[in-house]
Nanobody
């Protein structure tokens, strides 16, 4: 499966963005999906994950209540709605797919990765 992340950009603190992760080459119904991010000079960190059915989600404490992960099987796309953005959310965001996964926080479980989309939040 190939993953294409998009939707990043420059936004002021308190604003919103919606990231998309479009898949090709395979249906995403067989994959748990995750979003991760990497800020300059920092390690990649978990943001959110959604299981194959879409009924189960999990979030990092730092984004809980502000970010929402969802999936649209008809469009073969996963989304990350980001509200009330903060400067500390500035990072490159990556989507990832875990074949037959259940939706975990460990990046090592993910088999395929998108190229990343940059999010910059100004104060």
């Amino acid at each position: 499966v190939q993953l294409q992340a998009s939707g990043g950009g420059l936004v002021q603190a308190g604003g919103s963005l919606r990231l998309s992760c479009a898949a090709s080459g395979s249906t995403l119904s067989s994959y748990a999906m995750g979003w991760f991010r990497q800020a300059p000079g920092k390690e990649r960190e978990f943001v959110a994950t959604i299981n194959r059915s879409g009924a189960g989600t999990s979030y990092a404490d730092s984004v809980k209540g502000r970010f929402t992960i969802s999936r649209d099987s008809a469009k073969n796309t996963v989304y990350l709605q980001m509200n009330n953005l903060k400067p500390e959310d500035t990072a490159v965001y990556y989507c990832a797919a875990d074949l037959w996964g259940i939706g975990v926080r460990n990046s090592a479980a993910y088999d395929y990765w998108g190229q990343g989309t940059e999010v910059t939040v100004s104060s």
